[in-house]
């Protein structure tokens, strides 16, 4: 069974929640415009318009204050969520009191009438970036929020000019209807384009952690498959040398006193039991740790273990093996190594065979390996119940998507077949 694990979400946010990116643009804009309007300071003396010169030095000193409090960071975990709607606000709010000021600069001055007036477009350019942030921000709420309250105060002060006789208020809304527009279209392309970044965001992210739990999934069942086959080597080594140490030292009881000579021959029988198992789990114990798959290839990887299963048996061997190593998924030719290893351990643990014929064919995305012996064979219909390694293989088969099929007739012979068709 494999345990469930939790995986915590890692979206890239902030402590005020803002949208990744977002305050970056949002600091960026108030450097720009305080070294714009540093650059405009220079011109004061030339310029005739009083409201102008009002307009630019409130809006530096504005612009500084707003430069500073986006720089220091504590604020933000401070004020969390309403750290940027107080930013906005301020942003908002400079040009209004920046033009309020001007205009009562220029009455002071003796102006009167539409020379009085503010450009009525030039709001246009000071609430851009405003608008930008609060689209991205807060989506199409937080825009419609915005036009509303943009042009309610600017509706008031339009009002409070045209009943002073000073602007006529038709002046103003034109002003505003024109900056409208223009702002609902930009921050409408805005606010979907965040939204849909937002949505492939978090679809992202969900994929992640689908991806983190299946890889953790995995390498849970690679080490439960590992434990398994690590099961059935000991089981096949270990517990069947002991089994047989048993019965014969039982056996050895028996006769200890009436047969000393049978005894020894018992004892005798014992020492090549145990030397043989032996050699069988120093065997099985370096299966476990070498990989000579990574290191040889899989046509050197197959001979190799089939070298080995010689040596040990002693049987003559015949293979027939593709020129090159085909290409296949290397799960699929670490399967095609262990099943070779295990029907060779069985071949020589149990077949008593004098031949054994190994062939790997690939024929179109067919491949096929085929393991056969002339060994003493066994009863396919009882033999699986306990045999770990025909549950093994068939296991191993099962994860590649494979048929494995299992002929054996007794002293006959047995005959292993996998197939795939590689994908």
């Given at each position: 069974m494999v345990d469930n694990v939790l995986i915590k979400p890692n979206l890239p946010t902030s402590p005020a929640g803002i949208e990744p990116g977002l305050l970056q643009i949002f600091r960026w804009y108030t450097v720009i415009q305080w070294i714009i309007l540093g650059l405009g300071l220079f011109s004061l003396e030339n310029q005739e318009d009083v409201g102008t010169r009002v307009i630019i030095v409130v809006m530096l000193i504005l612009t500084t204050v707003l430069m500073i409090y986006l720089s220091i960071n504590r604020l933000q975990r401070w004020f969390k969520w309403a750290y940027l709607l107080l930013a906005i606000i301020g942003a908002t709010l400079a040009p209004f009191i920046a033009q309020t000021i001007a205009v009562y600069a220029r009455l002071d001055a003796g102006l009167s009438g539409s020379a009085v007036a503010n450009d009525p477009n030039s709001l246009l350019l000071w609430f851009f970036t405003p608008l930008i942030v609060v689209a991205a921000q807060y989506g199409l709420w937080g825009l419609f929020t915005f036009l509303m309250t943009t042009s309610t105060i600017d509706i008031y002060f339009a009002l409070r000019l045209a009943n002073a006789d000073i602007v006529p208020l038709n002046n103003s809304l034109e002003g505003l209807v024109i900056r409208n527009i223009v702002f609902l279209a930009v921050g409408f392309i805005i606010a979907r384009l965040i939204a849909e970044q937002r949505r492939q965001r978090k679809s992202l992210h969900e994929v992640n952690v689908q991806l983190t739990q299946m890889a953790v999934t995995l390498e849970q069942?690679?080490?439960?498959?590992?434990?398994?086959?690590?099961?059935?080597?000991?089981?096949?080594?270990?517990?069947?040398?002991?089994?047989?140490?048993?019965?014969?030292?039982?056996?050895?009881?028996?006769?200890?006193?009436?047969?000393?000579?049978?005894?020894?021959?018992?004892?005798?029988?014992?020492?090549?039991?145990?030397?043989?198992?032996?050699?069988?789990?120093?065997?099985?114990?370096?299966?476990?740790?070498?990989?000579?798959?990574?290191?040889?290839?899989?046509?050197?990887?197959?001979?190799?273990?089939?070298?080995?299963?010689?040596?040990?048996?002693?049987?003559?061997?015949?293979?027939?093996?593709?020129?090159?190593?085909?290409?296949?998924?290397?799960?699929?030719?670490?399967?095609?190594?262990?099943?070779?290893?295990?029907?060779?351990?069985?071949?020589?643990?149990?077949a008593e065979a004098s031949h054994v014929w190994i062939s790997l064919t690939t024929d179109e995305g067919n491949i096929q390996l085929k393991i056969r012996d002339n060994g003493v064979g066994f009863d396919t219909s009882t033999s699986a119940d306990g045999h770990y390694g025909l549950v093994g293989m068939r296991e191993r088969a099962a994860l590649c998507g494979a048929d494995l099929t299992i002929e054996s007739e007794q002293h006959f012979g047995t005959t292993i077949i996998f197939s795939v068709k590689e994908t």
């Open positions: 069942l690679a080490v439960s498959r590992e434990r398994n086959r690590m099961a059935r080597d000991l089981h096949d080594t270990l517990a069947h040398t002991l089994s047989a140490v048993a019965i014969q030292l039982e056996a050895v009881m028996t006769v200890w006193e009436q047969s000393p000579d049978v005894a020894r021959q018992r004892i005798e029988r014992i020492q090549e039991i145990t030397r043989n198992g032996l050699s069988e789990t120093r065997h099985a114990l370096k299966a476990l740790r070498s990989s000579p798959l990574d290191d040889l290839g899989l046509l050197m990887a197959l001979q190799l273990a089939a070298d080995q299963a010689t040596n040990r048996a002693g049987f003559k061997l015949q293979t027939d093996f593709p020129d090159t190593n085909p290409e296949m998924p290397h799960e699929l030719a670490l399967n095609i190594v262990r099943i070779t290893e295990e029907a060779l351990n069985n071949i020589v643990r149990h």
